[in-house]
């Protein structure tokens, strides 16, 4: 299975910073990458997939970067309603393997 | 529009079994393979199996392969997803979703709750 090292598990931030996640995949999954919010008690909702492509209705804070084995997730200003929990996940070979979170919150 | 309705709260006995199930509309149901995903208590993502909706093929992760069972009745445009010998640990909610492209649709969620 692919491993995906994602980082850090938790970040505190204030409104308007600018916020930085990684993800790493321990092999080569070329762009095959989905981000994902989500916040308590709702399912996954979808942000970003084949790593960088923004899905329909998701506002332009957010963006996605890279290819490979190494990607980075970006909010560009951060807002108080992005206070959520964030994965990656790969989709090049199944199974469909996530990365551990990241849990966002306002400082 | 695509929607994937799950089935109800469920609370099971360890040794149980307990099968879910997830209705779909608004799309070809054959032209897309499921998957589902577990989400423990305060837990991360974690992806169990899918099926290939038109063959009935499935895959599994190892972690799950011999106690899940992922099934389809293409008639009623519904994927099932049965865990057996359920323990504790098991207490999650459970997601299906559509393996479309981009993979945007999920059903809302179904929690089993597993108690003595």
């Known amino acids: 299975d692919i491993q995906m090292t994602q980082s850090p598990s938790s970040l505190s931030a204030s409104v308007g910073d600018r916020v930085a996640i990684t993800c790493q995949a321990s092999q080569d999954i070329t762009n095959d990458l989905n981000w994902y919010q989500q916040k308590p008690g709702k399912a996954p909702k979808l942000l970003i997939y084949?790593?960088?492509n923004l899905d329909t209705g998701v506002p332009s804070r957010f963006s996605g970067s890279g290819s490979g084995t190494d990607f980075t997730f970006t909010i560009s200003s951060l807002q108080p309603e992005d206070i959520a929990t964030y994965y990656c996940?790969?989709?090049?070979?199944?199974?469909?393997?996530f990365g551990q979170g990241t849990r966002l919150d306002i400082k | 529009q695509v929607q994937l309705m799950q089935s109800g709260a469920e609370v099971k006995k360890p040794g149980a079994s307990v099968k879910v199930s997830c209705k779909t509309s608004?799309?070809?149901?054959?032209?897309?393979?499921m998957y589902w995903v577990r989400q423990a208590p305060g837990q991360g993502l974690e992806w169990m199996g899918w099926?290939?909706?038109?063959?009935?093929?499935?895959i599994y992760s190892e972690k799950f392969q011999g106690r899940v069972t992922i099934t389809r009745d293409a008639s009623a445009t519904t994927s099932y997803m049965e865990v057996t010998s359920l323990k504790s640990e098991d207490t999650a909610v459970y997601y299906c979703?559509?393996?479309?492209?981009?993979?945007?649709?999920w059903g809302q969620g179904t929690l089993v709750t597993v108690s003595s």
């Open positions: 608004g799309y070809i149901f054959t032209a897309y393979a």
């Open positions: 084949d790593a960088s």
């Open positions: 099926i290939n909706s038109g063959t009935g093929d499935t």
């Open positions: 979703g559509l393996a479309s492209s981009p993979m945007r649709y």
């Open positions: 996940q790969q989709y090049d070979n199944l199974p469909f393997t």
